[in-house]
């Protein structure tokens, strides 16, 4: 019984290492101030001509990383059906879960993250913050920086992983 316990101890500690021990990329925004890694057997896509982001491709599966900015605004002055007063962070978040079957979530004053599964199935892990940075040139600029993957359900064990460095990332 103690061999069994070992053994599978062993393989666990094995599993929620397995993406710290992987080799890895780096990605930085600069416009939006962030960096975050990325799995070396993805495809960087390209940066956005805007320079807000970029997406991350597997190269075996359909597994893609999102990682972009985009400045804080109030909602209720850019859309008629918000009121006034409308937190952009809670707004945000409800705009993210749109069409996404929620398992998980936290929702803190200056970040949220959650988990579910969006109309294909797929699985679906997201990070949202709220930063001050200097935003050209216009200083304590509020941004809001994300990080998302969406992976088919059959290879949760493969990026689960990935979801635990993304919830511990753009701190």
Known sequence: MKAKICITS????VLCLSFSTLARKQYCNNRFQFCM???EDFKADGESGNGDGQTFS???GTAKIWAWGNLVMDPSELYDDV???TDPLQYKFKSAIEGIK???KV????FYIFSGTNEKGDIVYCKTVKHKINYMGSADSEVFQTIMIIYPAAEQDKYKDYCSYIAGSLK
């Open 37 to 39: 890694e990325y799995p």
């Open 58 to 60: 597997a190269r075996k």
């Open 10 to 13: 062993l393989v666990l500690a």
């Open 107 to 110: 929702i803190k004053l200056n």
């Open 83 to 85: 009121k006034p007063g």
């Open 102 to 104: 929620v398992a998980y």
